[in-house]
């Protein structure tokens, strides 16, 4: 049990295409994002669908299959970690970002229907 401390799995769809970066230590960096959807009926009858989007961070081999084939729209199923960091912005209040951190990817192959 102690490896499901901290591990997220989900399937969805990519946003936009990922982003490339490069750390001053020449690191492979990609980021991108991903929305997961959940359909249920309210308490009137009706079908809501609620959108979730998820900031999501991939380095070394991940990060290359992320660049290499993944596209906006494109499904996708991932297992990750939650990373959150924290920072100042311009007026100095402290920031909160939380991240899922990918360790294994799986392409499933079909874009979102619009």
């Known amino acids: 049990m102690y490896s499901l401390r901290n591990k997220v799995q989900l399937i969805g769809n990519l946003g936009k295409k990922p ?24 308490v009137k009858g009706e079908k809501v669908k609620e959108t979730q989007w998820h900031n999501v961070i991939a380095w070394g081999k991940v990060a290359d299959v992320a660049e290499k084939y993944l596209d906006k729209g494109v499904e996708i199923a991932l297992e ?16 909160y970002v939380t991240e899922i951190q990918v360790n294994e990817l799986l392409l499933l192959g079909t874009k979102a229907a619009s």
């Open 19 to 42: 982003e490339v970066k490069k750390t001053d230590t020449g690191k492979k960096l990609v980021k991108f994002s991903v929305a997961t959807n959940e359909i249920y009926t309210n």
């Open 80 to 95: 990750g970690k939650l990373i959150t960091k924290d920072y100042l912005d311009k007026e100095g209040n402290k920031k």
